[in-house]
């Protein structure tokens, strides 16, 4: 899922390193320290192009790998402008554009796709440049909020073609079109969706400018193309558009991309506010300030300065998402897909609760709390457009993916910290439907899925079946997801106790003591039950398939964050408590080789 391996890494650093939040700066040494190359091989799924902190652009050289690049492989098939970093399902990788020479005579990657070195490639905040081997063209990419930035420095030809490659994605294509307007323009639109196996699906919009004219165009469906032709709408097809220069004497075009969620006329608006009196290199300059202001918020002391570099490419990773998906008036596409206008916050989307609420949150709260609030106020927009609070959004649709209740422990942070000032009540009311009821059968959302069973015994049963609107349920992961049913409980009735609700924090922290349920004594770990209350048999503690979302019952034997007291009794006792965790982290091994083993 997004952000989980560099949070990870950000959480091991920060035991070599002290981390104070200071007031924002723009050193250059906190840039140059950042390697977005960092995290893009064996299956980090991190891509290294160029995008804004939190930005609704992430403009990046796509090679077949799961976040559109890997390192390992040395064809890049286009440059695509949205992308998620550390994602755990292929995702995103949309309007794809790619550079050529010679006669248009292909619409397949595998045709007019280019090897690439990697000794040719500079990836720095804000910046992505490389040689594209095949053609001797230059490619290089930079990013304003909301537009992509191309500048391709052609061989001297009369045939430099750029390609827009609409109807792939990293994700499944559901539907596309172009049109070619005048001759500087094209605009279209994209739908995907199918994340990780769900029913989400979103459209995004784009209106692309280039800094003169082209002298020739057409548009393709499948394998069929069309010189000199304006429209085109693929249907079940993959589609696209090229338009040809004259690159004889001036060999660079520039390509300016807007983006919207809300509409061609919201691409548009995006793109005029955005590219008005700028340049390639000023936005390529400006990005870098704007990444210089965002990793000054933090100073690392101590250690060597690969691991600080290690550090400020995973706080990288960290500001890239969630993202704005609001344009530049406010408008933005809500959970039910109607437009409005955000008055009181910057609207976001790619909210993966499920993983950013005990790491990315905190941290946001910490050094960019404007942000934190904005993805705040966003989750509680969506409730109110949506009907439901959300599990898990990819921009403008809700995936239901993952288990769990991570949107409670998270908005309970959010207040905690003081991010929900002026909408307590609000959040608490949206919060407690959820952890007390199901979302109607109309809402796209699952909220928790488990809850009929939870309430009435205290745990998800085996076996049992949920709603089924997205790629996760909780009923296929019941052990796990009733695990976090009862921290978020338990979390929500600080709140409660807080807001005067008392009978609602009683109640709430009864169920937060839930997790009992679940430990059998016999062996010492949890373990799923059946309806009928009779723990699962055979059952193996190691074995993820056991119930458990992402490991077995080993890793979740410490997801007890309410009551580690009470857990550490069910464990026998401190002393049995702290062996067991020297032999989770194989302490001995790692004091002997502590690198060695942090990297087994």
Known sequence: MPLRVVLCALALLLVLAVVEPVAPGTPASSVARVDPLIGTQDRGNTFPGAAL??????????DGGQAGYDYDNTRID????????????????????????????????????????????VARPGYYGVDLRKYGIRAELSATARTGWHRYTFPATQQANVLFDLGRAIMPVLGSEVDVVGDRTLEGRLQTGRFCGSRDRHAVYFSARFDRPFAAFGTWRGDRRSPGTRHSDAGRDSDGAWVTFDASSDRDVVLQVGLSYTGIAGARRNL???????????????????????????????????????????????????????????????????????????????????????????????????????????????????????????????????TGDPVTPFLVENWSAGVLAGHEDEAYRALRRNAF?????????????????????????????????????????????????????????????????????????????????????????????????????????????????????????????????????????????????????????????PVGTARR
């Open 272 to 402: 005029a506010t955005e590219a008005r009196g700028r340049t390639f290199d000023t936005v390529a300059q400006s990005a870098a300030r704007s990444w210089g202001s965002m990793l000054a918020r933090a100073r690392v002391a101590g250690g060597p300065a690969s691991r600080r570099a290690v550090f400020a490419t995973a706080l990288y990773h960290a500001f890239l998402h969630p993202n704005v998906i609001a344009d530049v008036d406010g408008a933005y596409t809500g959970a039910d897909g109607r437009v409005r206008v955000a008055r009181d916050h910057v609207p976001m989307g790619n909210l993966s609760l499920w993983d950013t609420v005990r790491s990315q949150n905190a941290l946001l709260e910490l050094l960019a709390p404007d942000v934190a609030r904005d993805v705040a106020l966003s989750v509680l927009a969506a409730a109110r457009d949506g009907g439901w609070l959300p599990r898990w959004s990819l921009l403008t649709s809700e995936t239901n993916i993952m």
């Open 437 to 593: 009821r199901e979302p109607p059968a109309r809402l796209r959302t699952t909220g928790r899925a488990g809850n009929r069973w939870y309430d009435r015994s205290g745990y998800i049963p085996r076996g049992v079946s949920c709603p089924n609107k997205g790629g996760g349920s909780d009923c296929r992961r019941p052990a796990s997801a009733s695990l976090e049913y009862a921290a978020a409980d338990a979390s929500l009735a600080v709140m409660a106790r807080a807001l005067g609700h008392r009978a609602d924090a009683t109640r709430l922290a009864r169920r937060g003591r839930a997790y009992r349920t679940l430990w059998d004594r016999s062996i010492g770990t949890f373990r799923p039950r059946e309806c009928d209350g009779r723990w699962t048999s055979p059952y193996d503690p190691t074995d993820g398939a056991h119930q458990f979302h992402e490991g077995g019952a080993y890793q979740y034997q410490w997801l007890v964050p309410q009551d580690p007291a009470g857990l550490v009794a069910l464990m026998g006792g401190a002393r049995a408590a702290a062996r067991r965790l020297d032999a989770f982290f194989a302490y001995g091994v790692l004091l002997r080789d």
């Open 53 to 62: 902190p939190f930005g609704m652009v992430q403009l990046s050289p796509d």
């Open 78 to 121: 286009g440059f695509s402008h949205t992308h998620l970093s550390g994602v755990g399902c292929p995702a995103l990788g949309e309007v794809r554009v790619m550079p050529t020479t010679g006669a248009v005579d292909s619409t397949r990657p595998s045709r007019f796709g280019s090897h690439f070195s990697h000794s040719s490639e």
